[in-house]
């Protein structure tokens, strides 16, 4: 909502300055606000697909899978415990699953819209306000997600 407010603003004092108003419009901003929380949702609804695969393989195996990959992880879980397997977040960079080196927790890393992994970020939970931060769930509940604007 914040964005929007910003976005109508901008739209007037530019329409006050005569400078034409098709530059940048409340329309455009409403667009890439929407695009950019239907990438990130898109990308929590899978990170969250992929949680349930492993936590299943889990109870039916009594260890978190061990892979190397996401790829890896796939051939793990799939068809069993899921249909088909998200590989990559909606800005097309692969997953990132990350196994401990005891066993006894993992991470589902997307490394957001920058497409850059930051592992120095990812023990700070919390909600993200850029969709350019790694988004974080993992077996101990400490998720670092993207707070989804309405």
């Known amino acids: 909502m914040k964005r929007l407010s910003y976005c ?3 739209a007037l004092l530019i329409g006050a300055a005569a400078v034409p108003v098709q530059a940048v419009t409340p329309r455009q901003c409403v667009r890439k606000v929407a695009d950019s929380t239907l990438s990130c949702t898109y990308t929590l609804i899978a990170m969250r697909s992929l949680q349930t695969a492993v936590e299943a393989y889990a109870i039916d195996k009594h260890q978190y899978p061990v892979a190397q990959s ?14 088909t397997t998200p590989l990559t977040d909606k800005w097309g960079t692969e997953f990132r699953y990350v196994l401990s080196a005891d066993g006894k927790s993992y991470r589902i890393v997307s490394a957001g819209s920058d497409k850059v992994f930051d592992d120095s970020s990812w023990g700070s939970p919390g909600l993200l306000e ?8 993992s077996s101990n509940g400490r998720d670092r997600e993207w707070a989804i604007q309405e």
């Not at 790829?71 to 069993?80: A, F, G, I, M």
Request: no cysteine.
């Open 130 to 137: 850029s969709s350019k931060e790694d988004a974080v769930v």
């Open 8 to 10: 109508l603003l901008s």
């Open 70 to 83: 996401i790829t890896e992880l796939k051939s793990l879980v799939q068809p069993t415990y899921i249909v």
